[in-house]
C-alpha cells in the first residue's frame, strides 16, 4: 500500500472543481475530505467586456490564474495574442486546454518571478485576473512600459461550510490548498488550527497561506493537481 494509503486528505476547492483532485486522491488510496471553501462567482460585466476584446488588439496575453485562464478560454477559445504567459504550469496547463501555448511560465511561479523574467516593451497587454488580484503584477507590467488592459471576470467567495465538514477537516490528516483565497477562507472558519500537513500547490499560494498565518509543510514541485498528490504521497513516504 501506498503512502496515502486510508489518510485523510481535505480538498479546499471550489465544489464544481473538486473532482479531478478527488480522483486523484483515491487513486492513490487516499480518503478524499471535501470542503469546499470557496465558490467561483463570474463578473457578468467584466465577462461581457472581455468577450468584446479582440485578442488581436494585443501583443502579450498574461493570465494570472487557473480560473482566469478558464474565463479567457471560455470568451475567445483557442485565440490568443502572438504571446502568452501565463504564472504558473497549472495556469498554463489550463489554457493548453484550449491550445493555447504559454511561451513563457517563469521560473519562480509568482508575480514577482513573472515579472522579473517579463521583457520591456511599449505596446498593448492583456491581463487576466481575480477582482481581488494584487496590484502588483499590473504595476510592474506598466513599469515596464506595457499598456495594461486589466480585466478581472470573477472573483472567489468564500462558501457555507457545516458543522460536519468542519469536524471532519480538523480530523484528517492532510489539507490541500490551489490558492490563496482558499487558505483565507479557511482562517475565516477555521482559524489557524490545521491538520498536520498543509500543502500548497506551488509557490505563489504558498505566499499567500503563510501570509494568512498558516505554516506550510510543503510546497509542490509540480504546480499541477498530479503534482500536488504526489508532494504529499513523497512527504509521507520519508515520514513513515
Given at each position: 500500500?501506498?503512502?496515502?494509503?486510508?489518510?485523510?486528505?481535505?480538498?479546499?476547492?471550489?465544489?464544481?472543481?473538486?473532482?479531478?483532485?478527488?480522483?486523484?486522491?483515491?487513486?492513490?488510496?487516499?480518503?478524499?475530505?471535501?470542503?469546499p471553501l470557496i465558490?467561483?462567482?463570474?463578473?457578468?460585466?467584466?465577462?461581457?467586456?472581455?468577450?468584446?476584446?479582440?485578442?488581436?488588439?494585443?501583443?502579450?496575453?498574461?493570465?494570472?490564474?487557473?480560473?482566469?485562464?478558464?474565463?479567457?478560454?471560455?470568451?475567445?477559445?483557442?485565440?490568443?495574442?502572438?504571446?502568452?504567459?501565463?504564472?504558473?504550469?497549472?495556469?498554463?496547463?489550463?489554457?493548453?486546454?484550449?491550445?493555447?501555448?504559454?511561451?513563457?511560465?517563469?521560473?519562480?511561479?509568482?508575480?514577482?518571478?513573472?515579472?522579473?523574467?517579463?521583457?520591456?516593451?511599449?505596446?498593448?497587454?492583456?491581463?487576466?485576473?481575480?477582482?481581488?488580484?494584487?496590484?502588483?503584477?499590473?504595476?510592474?507590467?506598466?513599469?515596464?512600459?506595457?499598456?495594461?488592459?486589466?480585466?478581472?471576470?470573477?472573483?472567489s467567495v468564500p462558501?457555507?461550510?457545516?458543522?460536519?465538514?468542519?469536524?471532519?477537516?480538523?480530523?484528517?490528516?492532510?489539507?490541500?490548498?490551489?490558492?490563496?483565497?482558499?487558505?483565507?477562507?479557511?482562517?475565516?472558519?477555521?482559524?489557524?488550527?490545521?491538520?498536520?500537513?498543509?500543502?500548497?500547490?506551488?509557490?505563489?499560494?504558498?505566499?499567500?497561506?503563510?501570509?494568512?498565518?498558516?505554516?506550510?509543510?510543503?510546497?509542490?514541485?509540480?504546480?499541477?493537481?498530479?503534482?500536488?498528490v504526489a508532494a504529499?504521497?513523497?512527504?509521507?513516504?520519508?515520514?513513515?
Amino acid at each position: 500500500m501506498g503512502a496515502l494509503a486510508g489518510r485523510r486528505v481535505v480538498v479546499t476547492r471550489a465544489a464544481e472543481q473538486a473532482d479531478e483532485l478527488v480522483t486523484l486522491l483515491q487513486a492513490a488510496g487516499a480518503v478524499p475530505v471535501v470542503v469546499p471553501l470557496i465558490e467561483i462567482v463570474a463578473d457578468p460585466t467584466a465577462t461581457a467586456e472581455l468577450a468584446a476584446l479582440g485578442p488581436t488588439r494585443f501583443e502579450w496575453l498574461v493570465v494570472s490564474s487557473p480560473n482566469g485562464a478558464a474565463q479567457y478560454v471560455a470568451a475567445h477559445g483557442s485565440a490568443a495574442p502572438p504571446s502568452v504567459a501565463a504564472i504558473g504550469s497549472a495556469t498554463a496547463h489550463a489554457l493548453a486546454v484550449a491550445g493555447i501555448v504559454a511561451g513563457l511560465v517563469p521560473a519562480q511561479q509568482n508575480a514577482t518571478g513573472l515579472l522579473a523574467e517579463f521583457p520591456s516593451g511599449s505596446g498593448s497587454l492583456l491581463l487576466v485576473q481575480a477582482a481581488a488580484a494584487e496590484p502588483e503584477l499590473a504595476a510592474g507590467l506598466a513599469a515596464r512600459g506595457w499598456q495594461v488592459t486589466t480585466i478581472s471576470p470573477y472573483r472567489s467567495v468564500p462558501a457555507r461550510v457545516t458543522a460536519g465538514q468542519q469536524l471532519a477537516a480538523l480530523a484528517a490528516d492532510a489539507v490541500l490548498f490551489a490558492s490563496g483565497s482558499a487558505a483565507r477562507a479557511w482562517v475565516a472558519v477555521f482559524g489557524h488550527t490545521t491538520p498536520p500537513v498543509v500543502v500548497a500547490i506551488g509557490p505563489q499560494t504558498a505566499a499567500a497561506i503563510e501570509r494568512a498565518g498558516l505554516k506550510v509543510a510543503i510546497v509542490a514541485a509540480d504546480h499541477s493537481l498530479p503534482g500536488l498528490v504526489a508532494a504529499l504521497q513523497r512527504h509521507l513516504s520519508v515520514s513513515e
